[in-house]
């Protein structure tokens, strides 16, 4: 993309409005704007971040073997009647008439829609196990919906809907998520810690959340560094595998044995028997939710499935949540410096931005057009006619992993200079090496 003609509205002034980092820099650097409180409009570079990802938070799912499908956002009121939540909700619920007077609501979560589709069609233990997920606008009303797209009203959320015959299959479901949820958060370049947690509303017995440090979390945390050592990625043949119940439980014994609890668990004797170096602890942002739950609404809604003996067998359900949009925020929570964001490559909205400090200069021109004829839509080209300092602000406040910047000095001898944002690390180089270390 030509930054000249890119709608990048990036901002000069801090907004006084964002109270911190991520919010900040989200409304600077012009990824997003708030069209309602806690409703957001996502603008093309905010975009890109969120779709990427939304594509990592997918191959992780899909490669536990679940299955993606798309369910509205608006619920009939009934679905929450059988269930009995549509009273317990409250007023986080955004509940809508329609033309007929009948009763509808803007998901909050999908439960009940799901058990539903899932009682229409699975008969048999034939067609177990299922995990189901999709990834849908939501929308509660919260009371304060503060932090920019952290704690919005409208967010993007990844749900998972697992069914099992029994409490043993459920516990696979649950390890299998449990490790695609770590695997997912290093891939965003991020430490999440799960920790045990009450499972509140949703009910159930077994239920942690996923954690990453940040100065302006809303509880406070501990945990043992040990969790910063594990890498959960497949590569080399290493890590753990979904397809494997011993893997399960020793990826599962590991991550409940070292230390990890938020304030309301936090058990002072645990924590003292922690080596003070490892002792890890701040404010911590839930990026992710997961719970088993049972069978409380395969009974409440009557959702049975034949087994083997014929028995009419309530599922043991479980459900698991990312908060997508949210994690554009944690991302820059966790990686930005005074100057901007530092976008960790795999999430980048450009793998590179192209500075031509002197746009009219034939060679640069020439240059700078060549790089952006090889890298194209992954690289966004600033051929703005602006003076070079402006050019580096906006590069490192949108904190593309890589700034290739073409001067004429350089360019006369064949030579760019290659920046890493996260280092500030510069090196001449020429196009072509250029191109080759991205
Ligand atoms: P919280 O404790 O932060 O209110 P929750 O327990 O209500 O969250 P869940 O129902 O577990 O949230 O939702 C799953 C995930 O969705 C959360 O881990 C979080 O990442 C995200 N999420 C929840 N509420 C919001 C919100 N208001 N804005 C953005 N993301 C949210
Ligand atoms: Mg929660």
Same mark, same amino acid.
């Given at each position: 993309?030509?930054?000249?003609?890119?709608?990048?509205?990036?901002?000069?002034?801090?907004?006084?409005?964002?109270?911190?980092?991520?919010?900040?820099?989200?409304?600077?650097?012009?990824?997003?704007?708030?069209?309602?409180?806690?409703?957001?409009?996502?603008?093309?570079?905010?975009?890109?971040?969120?779709?990427?990802?939304?594509?990592?938070?997918?191959?992780?799912q899909d490669a536990a073997g679940a299955q993606e499908l798309?369910?509205?956002?608006?619920?009939?009121?009934?679905?929450?009647? $059988? @269930?009995?939540? !549509?009273? #317990?909700?409250?007023? *986080?619920?955004?509940?809508?008439?329609? =033309?007929?007077?009948?009763?509808?609501?803007?998901?909050?979560?999908?439960e009940?829609?799901i058990t539903?589709l899932f009682r229409?069609s699975v008969r048999s233990y034939r067609e177990m196990p299922q995990i189901l997920y999709?990834?849908?606008?939501?929308?509660?009303?919260?009371?304060?919906?503060?932090?920019?797209?952290?704690?919005?009203?409208?967010?993007?959320?990844?749900?998972a809907y697992s069914f099992d015959m029994d409490y043993a299959g459920a516990v696979v479901s649950y390890r299998k998520m449990m490790l695609a949820?770590?695997?997912?958060?290093?891939?965003?370049?991020?430490?999440?810690?799960?920790?045990?947690?009450?499972?509140?509303?949703?009910?159930?017995?077994l239920?942690?959340?996923?954690?990453?440090?940040?100065?302006?979390? $809303? @509880?406070?945390? !501990?945990? #043992?560094?040990?969790? *910063?050592?594990?890498?959960?990625?497949? =590569?080399?043949?290493?890590?753990?595998?979904h397809d494997n119940a011993?893997?399960l439980?020793?990826?599962?014994?590991?991550?409940?044995?070292?230390?990890?609890?938020?304030?309301?668990?936090?058990?002072?004797?645990?924590?003292?028997?922690?080596?003070?170096?490892?002792?890890?602890?701040?404010?911590?942002?839930?990026?992710?939710?997961i719970f088993h739950f049972g069978t409380?609404y395969s009974?409440?809604?009557?959702c049975t499935v034949a087994a083997p003996?014929?028995?009419k067998v309530h599922p043991e359900m479980g459900s698991y949540?990312?908060?997508?949009?949210?994690?554009?925020?944690?991302?820059?929570?966790?990686?930005?410096?005074?100057?901007?964001?530092?976008?960790?490559?795999?999430?980048?909205?450009?793998?590179?931005?192209?500075?031509?400090?002197?746009?009219?200069?034939?060679?640069?021109?020439?240059?700078?057009?060549?790089?952006?004829?090889?890298?194209?839509?992954?690289?966004?080209?600033?051929?703005?006619?602006?003076?070079?300092?402006?050019?580096?602000?906006?590069?490192?406040?949108?904190?593309?992993?890589?700034?290739?910047?073409?001067?004429?000095?350089?360019?006369?001898?064949?030579?760019?200079?290659?920046?890493?944002?996260?280092?500030?690390?510069?090196?001449?180089?020429?196009?072509?090496?250029?191109?080759?270390?991205?």
């Open positions: 993309m030509r930054l000249s003609r890119s709608f990048i509205p990036t901002l000069k002034e801090t907004p006084a409005e964002a109270q911190i980092a991520s919010h900040r820099l989200m409304l600077r650097a012009g990824l997003v704007r708030q069209t309602s409180a806690g409703i957001y409009a996502w603008l093309p570079l905010g975009f890109r971040v969120l779709k990427n990802i939304e594509r990592i938070v997918r191959e992780e798309l369910m509205p956002t608006i619920q009939p009121a009934e679905l929450w009647r $059988e @269930s009995g939540r !549509y009273d #317990d909700y409250g007023e *986080e619920m955004l509940r809508i008439t329609d =033309r007929r007077e009948r009763e509808m609501l803007y998901g909050p979560t999908n009940e829609m539903d229409q999709h990834i849908q606008w939501k929308f509660r009303d919260e009371m304060r919906p503060r932090f920019g797209v952290m704690r919005g009203r409208e967010f993007l959320m990844k749900d949820y770590m695997r997912t958060f290093q891939r965003l370049g991020l430490k999440a810690i799960p920790m045990e947690a009450e499972s509140g509303p949703i009910g159930g017995d239920s942690h959340e996923f954690i990453i440090l940040a100065p302006t979390g $809303e @509880s406070q945390v !501990y945990f #043992d560094a040990a969790f *910063e050592q594990i890498d959960y990625l497949p =590569r080399g043949g290493g890590g753990f595998s011993d893997d439980h020793r990826f599962f014994t590991q991550m409940t044995t070292h230390y990890a609890a938020t304030d309301e668990k936090h058990d002072l004797a645990a924590w003292e028997k922690v080596a003070p170096e490892h002792r890890r602890e701040g404010r911590g942002i839930e990026v992710g939710h409380k009974k409440s809604m009557n003996d014929g028995a949540g990312i908060g997508v949009s949210r994690l554009v925020g944690a991302v820059i929570e966790a990686s930005h410096d005074d100057s901007g964001i530092i976008w960790p490559d795999s999430v980048a909205p450009f793998k590179a931005v192209i500075i031509n400090l002197r746009r009219g200069d034939a060679v640069c021109d020439a240059m700078c057009e060549a790089l952006y004829a090889r890298l194209g839509n992954t690289a966004l080209y600033d051929d703005r006619d602006e003076r070079a300092g402006g050019k580096f602000a906006d590069a490192d406040l949108m904190g593309h992993p890589w700034q290739i910047i073409v001067g004429p000095r350089g360019a006369a001898a064949g030579k760019v200079e290659l920046k890493r944002r996260a280092t500030g690390e510069r090196t001449e180089v020429t196009p072509e090496e250029a191109l080759g270390r991205l």
